[in-house]
């Protein structure tokens, strides 16, 4: 009889990614289908919530052969999280856009709620910022929710395909905004002060369901079980075994995660829930940039030519005292600060586009340095940090975080591993393997070592926090008044 296996669906943010996993955890094939979004107005950041359903159905369909369907003995889902969706109750029909957790409409109305930040961050665990999805629901239901209505995270829509009960994964609740971090239930306090109905919220589960059965998913036959789900960034923490002592993960993607498990508290980070195995929810700590990847992109879209070609020529240069803090919609963690500005500094008439290249990589890796800093100060010791994500790629990024953060990173061999993640719970619902042998599994393809001394670090982080100052304006305010007070009677000029 043949092996089975295990389909991972990673439904992300530009695309969804299908892979197809055999009973040693050994990709067998994968396929992708591409999902675009849309920014009718600045700040907004939508999708449409029947594409992205049906770029999971195209990429499945291209992932898998009617002969391997019949094999196929579960299936795991990791997915975008804080992205919202609002849809009819009885027909499933999506009554308004997918709201990305890119999307910043609510910025204003997050000012408005200020005096209540820290009582939301002591239950929620997480900072007042338009990212997560509460003051998105409230958006939502009051633009079209009329009727009997459901809301949910994407993992939520995607279920919702199956029929079925209206449910919501723990580790994904716990980003909403909406759930008590440590109840691990929906938050009266918080429905009320974000003003959502608990009626219109999903049943949470465990990270191991119960889940609808797949329906409508060619060519899986119907009733397949859908056996775990797991938020991307968490589902990507799974894939390292992350649940050992001292190691953190960071995922470069469009933005970056920066993610250990641990329950302790900082002001420059989230709490949540990291994965509910069954026995459990078990705490994380996270800090969340909003572009990483996507500065590269910019860059490239700038410019017009191709990323690819932008970090071949980063390759081969530094970036020439260009510092560049891409604080597109503001910066995350660990500032937190909705109102930070992009800036560029330090370039001049010979700076050339290598340059411009090679600051966008010290940008990535000058903010997971920054957020790994406060993981290490609310979780304990880092002892490696695995990195993983497209932007990995970039050998030139992977040296330039070891040799600005004094740390060894581990790059992994897979790029795919929010989908290897998703598949690796699934697999050990369904029996497949055990926790140890997913720790002995090797996902790291290669380590770097810092090069750097601590007089270069020092250089470049003093360029890098000159720099975020003069990108968040209470720092640059701040700044400009001390020095008025130093030197009184003179004038400053601005630049």
Not at 119 to 127: I, Q, T
Not at 171 to 200: I, K, Y
Not at 451 to 467: L, N, P
């Amino acid at each position: 009889m043949a092996s089975p296996l295990i389909l991972a669906v990673d439904q992300g943010t530009s695309s969804t990614k299908a892979l197809l996993v055999d009973g040693e955890g050994r990709v067998v094939s994968r396929a992708s289908a591409p999902l675009a979004e849309t920014q009718p107005r600045p700040g907004w950041v939508e999708q449409d919530p029947e594409e992205l359903w049906q770029s999971v159905r195209r990429a499945v369909a291209a992932c898998v052969t009617p002969d391997q369907a019949r094999r196929v003995a579960g299936v795991g889902i990791s997915n975008q999280r804080e992205s919202l969706v609002l849809w009819e109750r009885r027909t499933g029909k999506p009554l308004g856009p997918l709201l990305s957790w890119q999307d910043q409409r609510t910025a204003d109305r997050c000012r408005e709620l200020a005096a209540e930040a820290e009582l939301v961050r002591s239950v929620s665990g997480m900072p007042l910022d338009p990212m997560f999805s509460a003051l998105k629901a409230r958006w939502l239901l009051d633009a079209y929710g009329r009727g009997e209505v459901c809301l949910g995270t994407v993992d939520s829509w995607l279920l919702s395909r199956f029929g079925g009960e209206h449910v919501i994964e723990a580790g994904n609740a716990s980003r909403t905004q909406l759930l008590g971090v440590e109840t691990a239930r929906w938050d009266p306090g918080l429905l009320e002060l974000f003003g959502v109905p608990a009626g219109v919220l999903p049943r949470v589960v465990s990270s191991f369901g119960p889940f609808p059965a797949v329906r409508d998913l060619a060519p899986l036959p119907d009733g397949v079980p859908v056996l775990a789900v797991l938020g991307d960034s968490h589902a990507a923490m799974f894939a390292h075994a992350g649940w050992r002592p001292g190691v953190v993960k960071a995922t470069y993607g469009t933005g970056s995660s920066v993610m250990a498990i641990g329950g302790g508290r900082s002001a420059a980070l989230c709490r949540s829930i990291a994965w509910d195995l069954g026995d459990g929810p078990v705490p994380a700590v996270e800090g969340n940039i909003r572009a990483t990847g996507r500065a590269v992109t910019w860059l490239s879209e700038l410019l017009g030519v191709p990323a690819e070609t932008l970090l071949a020529e980063a390759e081969g240069t530094d970036a020439g005292g260009v510092t560049f803090v891409p604080a597109f919609g503001g910066l995350g963690a660990p500032w937190w600060e909705p109102d930070a500005t992009p800036v560029v500094t330090g370039f001049s008439l010979g700076t050339r586009r290598a340059q411009l290249a090679a600051a966008a990589l010290e940008a990535v890796a000058f903010q997971v340095e920054d957020v790994v800093t406060a993981v290490e100060e609310a979780a304990g010791q880092v002892r490696v940090l695995m990195a993983d994500g497209g932007l990995t790629r970039s050998a030139r990024l992977m040296r330039l975080q070891a040799d600005l953060s004094g740390r060894v990173v581990a790059r992994s061999g897979e790029h795919d591993l929010s989908a290897l993640g998703a598949a690796d719970a699934a697999g050990l619902a369904a029996g497949l393997w055990t926790t140890e042998e997913l720790e002995r599994r090797p996902r790291q393809a290669e380590e770097f070592r810092p090069a750097a001394d601590d007089s270069y670090r020092r250089a470049r982080h003093a360029s890098w926090r000159a720099a975020v100052r003069r990108a968040r304006p209470c720092e640059e305010s701040q700044a400009a008044r001390e020095e008025s007070r130093a030197r009184p009677g003179e004038e400053r000029s601005s630049t």
